[in-house]
């Protein structure tokens, strides 16, 4: 047997990444599932892993009244669209479209900012992993383009088409 | 004299030093980037190269680089001989007839484009019949595909059952008269199948279609003679078989090649050109316009004369040992499902697998903070994905330098990422 490093102890790379937090998350995913009634949604995929995204929203002029979201993926894109839901849920479009333009940021600097973020601080990690940034972006994508009522183009958070080969 | 010959047969057969032809490779004594030592078990995607192979291109470049073909100087002289010359080795490794039935490519994609273009536009009308496999990867797949929509043909595949090999059944009812190609892979790069060839080729003879075979898993880790299987096209890269990227080979047949149209036109391709009209050089100059990569070329050779002095059957006896051996202890981790046969002599080194609710990504992730490379995904090959009815699958995939060892610490680190996760 080959000695196995510890995942478990504190202050590894892996550890950042895969705080309990967000593994806590994918277990139990939040606001997941669909809405009777919803008001508006959006699908967005992340082509080179996989990540397929769902989300319904209803809208009561400004508010976002109920979520929900469903899909497939990794545990970063699927705890990172629970953790969302958590944080738009209640707030209006201006509220949801400054939570985004914050996580955004965390994803470029890996420091949460003014704006808090509440558990989807927790992606902070995910910054020194560029390949995963576009897993944990894409509830947040997928939301803004769900806000855009009049629309229902598909969103990607890669900008190739298709995985390599 | 710059040309090695390859040893002439075998002579004496060596007992497989695994602890000498580690030493040939010092990439695999490096760390990863959370400093866990690496275990390279990405094979199939490519693999790592030998010191010898990387000698021969810095030799190349250093002492004999000139454009080949077309000086009568000393370094295009030896150049030239340098190139040709590993156009015979590959002859010699796939026991093709001719070496100018032996086309350089960039890799085994430009190869299966080459016969999409050159061959399959020519000679197939409206109406002709493809057939294909789910097993194949995307390379085997998207050419037909765009072929198909330009010239009206139709294009079929034989469908994969739930254990990863051929419905054959299936395989019989769809190869017919109207069957002009068989485009098939020797190896599934997702599962590691070895396809049926000497079921599949007979059927598409006996209704006189031509065969291609993607060859790009196979070549590099089983002996292959293409005139034993009777096929028509055969197509492999060198990255996969300790070879530089950006070569790979098509061989056919001469007559087929001789018909084909040039797919490029270009330098080194033509017998004469006026404004108004060119002719074509024989094959396979025909057939590689342009420079080639001459040096990846000549890194080539030196792989092959690498794995022909180990010997494809010991290649194929060490892998099977890995296979055998990581299926067992693979499958004994709760929560593990493999893919593909069951039995490992009817895959080659590749254990294709998923843990129970974690995204293979995330085991992909977790297992190189452990050092082992793995590949996460569709692998190219989506149609096999959806016949699984997986999205992903990780796959840890051997060569000539792996261990029972490095297979340990595959099981290890999977074991790792199911406690982390919470299912083991």
């Known amino acids: 047997m080959t000695a196995t490093r510890d995942l478990e102890s504190g202050g590894s790379l892996m550890d950042d990444l895969y705080r309990e937090v967000i593994l806590e998350h994918y277990r139990s995913p939040r606001n997941r599932g669909e809405l009777d009634t919803p008001t508006c949604s959006a699908d967005g995929a992340n082509p080179l892993c996989g990540d397929q995204i769902h989300i319904e929203l209803i809208l009561d002029g400004d508010e976002i009244v109920d979520l929900k979201f469903s899909g497939e993926g990794c545990s970063i894109s699927q705890a990172s669209a629970s953790m969302m839901t958590e944080q738009v849920r209640g707030h209006d479009r201006d509220h949801a479209q400054a ?5 955004q940021q965390l994803m470029l600097t890996g420091e949460p900012g003014e704006f808090d973020l509440g558990d989807s ?7 020194k992993f560029p390949a995963r940034v576009k897993c944990a972006s894409l509830a947040w994508k997928t939301l803004e383009q769900a806000l855009k009522t009049d629309s229902t183009e598909p969103v990607t958070t890669d900008e190739r088409t298709a995985d390599h080969g | 004299m710059v040309q090695q010959a390859i040893p002439e047969g ?6 497989y030093d695994i602890a000498k032809i580690r030493r040939d490779f010092p990439i695999l004594n490096r760390d990863v980037a959370s400093g866990a030592k690496l275990v390279y078990l990405d094979n199939a995607a490519t693999s790592q190269r030998p010191v010898q192979v990387i000698a021969e291109i810095t030799r190349f470049y250093r002492d004999h680089n000139a454009n080949i073909h077309r000086g009568v100087h000393t370094l295009s002289q030896e150049a030239t001989g340098l190139y040709e010359g590993v156009r015979e080795t590959t002859r010699a490794f796939i026991n093709a007839p001719e070496a100018r039935e032996i086309v350089f490519t960039s890799g085994t994609t430009e190869a299966v484009n080459l016969v999409a273009h050159g061959w399959a536009r020519k000679f197939l009308q409206p109406g002709d019949e493809i057939v294909a496999t789910e097993l194949e990867h995307h390379s085997n797949i998207v050419p037909w595909q765009m072929l198909r ?3 009206g043909i139709e294009l079929k595949f034989i469908p994969m059952l739930a254990d990863g090999t051929l419905d054959m059944d299936a395989a019989r009812e769809l190869i017919g008269p109207k069957t002009k ?5 020797a190896m599934s790069n997702a599962l590691g199948t070895i396809l049926p060839l000497e079921e599949l080729v007979p059927l598409a003879k006996a209704h006189g279609a031509t065969v291609l075979v993607d060859a790009a898993q196979a070549v590099p880790h089983m002996p292959i003679d293409v005139q034993a299987l009777d096929v028509d096209f055969v197509a492999f890269s060198a990255h996969k078989m300790l070879g530089p990227t950006g070569v790979g080979v098509l061989w056919g047949r001469f007559e087929l090649l001789d018909a ?7 330098g080194d391709m033509i017998l004469t050109v006026t404004t108004e009209e060119s002719t ?7 057939l590689e316009a342009g420079t080639p990569n001459i040096g990846g070329v000549v890194g080539f050779g030196a792989a092959l004369r690498y794995l022909d002095e180990l010997g494809m059957d010991q290649v194929r006896a060490h892998e099977l040992d890995l296979t055998r051996y990581a299926l067992a202890r693979l499958g004994d981790v709760p929560g593990v499902t493999i893919y593909g046969p069951d039995n490992a002599e009817d895959r080659g080194g590749v254990v294709s697998f998923s843990l129970e609710d974690v995204h293979p990504h995330d085991i992909g992730q977790v297992l190189d903070d452990q050092g082992v490379a793995i590949r996460a995904g569709h692998h190219c090959a989506q149609p096999v994905m959806a016949a699984l009815e997986v999205p992903a699958t990780a796959r840890a995939s051997f060569y000539i330098y792996n261990t029972r060892d490095e297979v340990d610490s595959l099981v290890s680190a999977v074991e790792a990422t199911s406690r982390m996760f919470g299912t083991g």
């Open chain 1, 121 to 127: 601080e927790m992606l902070a990690g995910v910054a």
């Open chain 2, 181 to 185: 190609l068989l485009a098939v892979s």
């Open chain 2, 149 to 151: 929509d330009e010239r």
């Open chain 2, 260 to 266: 084909m149209d040039p797919f490029m036109g270009g």
């Open chain 2, 10 to 15: 075998q002579a004496t057969p060596r007992a």
């Open chain 2, 280 to 286: 074509w050089a024989e094959v396979p100059a025909k």
């Open chain 1, 99 to 103: 939570a985004s333009d914050a996580f």
